[in-house]
Nanobody, 124 residues
Framework: QVQLVESGGGLVQTGGSLRLSCVAS????????RGWFRQVPGKEREFVAA????????SYADSVKRRFTISRDSAKNTVYLQMNSLKSEDTAVYYC?????????????????WGQGTQVIVSS
């Protein structure tokens, strides 16, 4: 099984930055995709970004393009989400997920394992 642990969330003012981390332990797929999703209470889960572990190809939601950057450190089995120019609408619980396959898909149902989430609060 794969365990995913997110960290780096917190409280930040509008326009600020945060970097989220997600480290995987246990069994990993090797040729997998790691993704970030977010969710606000009462709202549906929203895709944020994804990255292919081997090829490095990325995919972003339109709402975060040019503000967020997803990256990976294969040696540490860790994926990062650098979030800049944060807005109040970025406030959510951010979840890390992984799936088998190299395509950075945006559908949550494509992912096999999920972390517990880390809270991001953007205040104005």
């Amino acid at each position: 099984q794969v365990q995913l642990v997110e960290s780096g969330g917190g409280l930040v003012q509008t326009g600020g930055s945060l970097r989220l981390s997600c480290v995987a332990s246990g069994r990993t797929f090797g040729r997998d995709t790691r993704g970030w999703f977010r969710q606000v209470p009462g709202k549906e889960r929203e895709f944020v970004a994804a990255i292919s572990w081997l090829g490095g190809s990325t995919s972003y939601a339109d709402s975060v393009k040019r503000r967020f950057t997803i990256s990976r450190d294969s040696a540490k089995n860790t994926v990062y989400l650098q979030m800049n120019s944060l807005k109040s609408e970025d406030t959510a619980v951010y979840y890390c997920a992984t799936r088998s396959g190299v395509t950075p898909t945006s559908r949550g149902t494509d992912y096999d394992y999920w972390g517990q989430g880390t809270q991001v609060i953007v205040s104005s």
